[in-house]
């Protein structure tokens, strides 16, 4: 529909336009996003590492506020689970992942693409309450981390959808054109993970996949008790590396990338930092994955009661001034009522005016309950003497 | 289809020319007929007629949605900063007239204004092109220049009417006289910021009032000085708002992206074995929150909500100081303060989807950490007990009063006294105008004066409210702009999303709003253009973040291929081939038809 010479200029000024901001803006939050693509028993390690690595987000110190936690959630009560209400990642089954404070925002089949990427864009409904929406700003950092099954490009949703990797892209973009984010971490553990993240454009990405193309991700160890496996192996070395940390520590984000070893893992654990702009070496992991608040001590306190020991006069100068506001609100409200009544026009339909006065004396009537009544009492009145001058 | 035999059954005419020379299978005798052409081809022609009304059934509705408009806003907004326009007065009483001329004065205001102002426009600032008029009144004279139309405004020789001596002693009944008796109607024609030096034997003071005048009295007997004072209250409270660089990062502009604030005060008592506070929220609510609700209106809209919860200790450490005997707490502990897992703080259920929530905090703490006090860096225990996190709220340590020892059972409920109640919410009020940038001590010390500021019940003074408007519609149409501007890019790049009525109308109502506040800015309406520019962000932002534009669901070519040629194709593969196999058969027995004629016409 539009010429060529258009759409070029059009994409010369959209280069032009795009700001730099990733350098101006301060860091204000950290937001998690933990996605478990998988339900069925026999994906049980998949909830285990997500809901593994919800635990460490939070001890770290992401709070609940700004975690997002998308999981089928159909282990701890399911039917073959022989502990029920518990989920375990390890054999020695030390730590009851589902124990306390679990809050899982999308649950169930609420656990689809579509969901997803709402999520990510922040395009929801109007009455989806606050908590199920990332309500990131251009400071924040995030980190999305999905597991699940995957192959070449894609990653199995709920074993019936796929979210493709030029759909993740196209988030992700879109994300950053309104400045969701300032840094995110894109952490995946499926089978050939690296290929989720191929595609993707948008400065201040960092992603790391557990398997290249065409390796497999395998699972750490089978549980014998609970039958199944209980977590799959990128995981599980994430998490060794985050058991040693603190809530004061500052590891980097090398640190935590190089320490996965390939004979451990059976994969190579693939990142890509082109799109990043900071080196590894300088960012702390708790720049993802803890949370500091950024602080300013409050100097003073803005003294609107100067005199402390005429309280009552102050309160009573407030309070008057107060309703000097409520009074004059009122009376310019009574004001408008009263222009906006019918005039009387002189000069025109003498029957309009007539009708007018009688509505504007009706309008000021206040009781029309006895005004009613008397009108009943009228009419039975007259009933009563007009028959027995009929009889 | 069936050959027609008539070649074959080709009777012996009389008169005919060569029987042996006609060959039925190159010639014929008769002219083909259209009847089988005619009825493919018509078959075709009313399939092709229905393709139009078919295109039209499958068309993505795509509401029309001004692009170069949207680009030119976002464009124009980068590149030209808003400025707005300011007016300054200066009014210098009991001088000597004789002599400084009037215009000189106001020249050299306006060039120590420039010198103090920074050399660039920053966005939301009065820009370097200052509008200043100067009166003097000495005697019965009074003698203007400049802007008269500012000056016209400034009733001549009213002042005197007034005990000045008196009047000059306190600063309060002086503000409210002259705003009410001096300031004027100022009503449409914008604003003037007024500045009075009273020349009087005594010492220094300049004092900023709640309106937009000041004063500055005293043995000011050198007029340059008189005027460099003037230039500082000029460029550093009423255009800088009393920040150091007169402009506010964006991690103070606390609004939502809907235009709301919903404020959540929160009273936590840490311990409640220990004891148990209340408070009576309702009363401070409509006492000290209200004005300052109803001042804030033309940036956000604001609603306020409270809650008491139990059980939520802090996170941090505290340690006992002998000295101090209290326990302390360090602003390095500060960021690890907030304890988000027991202090269940977001219930919020009133707060839309894009509001933003300040959380303020009184914290009550338990037994084995009362007295907990804050020390700053150098080694001060702070006056406020409080902190705040931009964009998130504040929160403030009260200590129970003696911690509690001398009062009766812990599981009495206790409230929390007027007095100490006023007090926290003095700090609120603080916390709340630190978040929005301002700076709020009653003294301002600078390298040679200082400046007293006025504080007043609505919380933010006239002044602070203009400049926090001109902030916040720089802000917004920022916002606006760089919006709209991603939501043309999207919707040029997905030729097959569907666009509703609904953000074409809202885009249109954004820009509209957009240039109607850039309009107000010029004219100097701060209130008005911050109003406009919050209806733009507003709609700006629900049009980008409406719901139906899910990309995942578009009509992409592939799908609408798909979903259409299982109907379309067999059907039409058939009538083509039909209308092209007549079309030969036609042209054959034609050229069958005409090689007859030439032997017919060679013989003949």
Redesign the interface.
Known sequence: MKSPLVLMLMLLLYTHIQPTQSSTTMHTNNWAVLVCTSRFWFNYRHMANTLSLYRTVKRLGIPDERIILMLADDMACNARNKYPAQVFNNENHMLNLYGDNVEVDYRGYEVTTENFFRVLMGRHESAVPRSKRLLSDEGSHILLYMTGHGGDEFLKFQDSEELQSHDLADAVKQMKEKRRFKELLIMVDTCQAATLFSQLQSPGVLAIGSSKKGENSYSHHLDSDVGVSVVDRFTYYTLAFFERLNIYANASLNSLFTSYNPNYLMSTAYYRTDLYQRKLEEVPVTNFFGSVMETIHTDSAYNVFPMKDSRANNIKILLEQSVDDLIRNVTSSDEKQQSAEPSTIPGKCPYTNVWNVINKRMEKIKDVDNIVNGGFALIFLTAVIFSWLTQ | MAEHPEASQQEEQPGDPSPELFDPKTMRKSKPGFKRLFLTISVLLSFLSGVPFFLKSIEIYRSPIPFTEM?TL??SI?SHPLIFSCRFHVVFVDFDSREVSVDKLAFSVLENMRKLSSSENVCGSCGNNYSVSVTIESGGDCKESGDVEAAKLWKCGRIKEGNLEEMLKDDERFDEYLNEVLGGDEEGSGKVYRVVVVSKDEEIRAVVGKNRHAWIVGRVSEVDEAVEMVAEVFVKFFVNGGTRNGSI???FMPVGADGRIVLSFNLLNADPRDWVYDWNFQEID???L??II?TLAPLANISTESQVLYHTPMSSFANWDKEKESYIFR?KD?????N??EWHL?T?IA???RSNILQFVVYVPSANECPLM?Q?PNGEI???N???????G?V?VWNPPRCARDSGGSHLRKKIS??DL??VF??F???L??IFGL????LYHDASTTFTLL???K?FTEWEMDFLSRQHTCYNLLQCG??L??LS??V?SLPRMIIKDEIGKQVKFSLEAAKVARSNASYGISDASAVSSREARILAEDA????S?????YYSFEHCFAVYSPFFLPVSMHIILAVLREFRRYKQESAKHRAWRVIDSRNA
Do not use: C, Y
Not at chain 2, 334 to 338: D, G, K, N, Q, Y
Not at chain 2, 439 to 442: E, H
Not at chain 2, 549 to 553: E, F, R
């Open positions: 680009d976002s464009n980068d990062h964006s991690e409509e006492i000290l209200a004005p109803r602003t500060l960021p690890f303060f907030v988000s897992n977001d919020s707060a839309g989807g804050l700053l702070s006056m406020t409080g902190f705040i996190s931009p964009m998130w504040g403030v007027p007095q006023e007090k003095e700090v009020l603080g916390q105008r630190q700076n709020s001590g009653s504080s007043t019940g919380g760089t919006t501007g991603s890019r999207l040029q980008f973040f409406h719901p534009m899910m990309s995942v669901s």
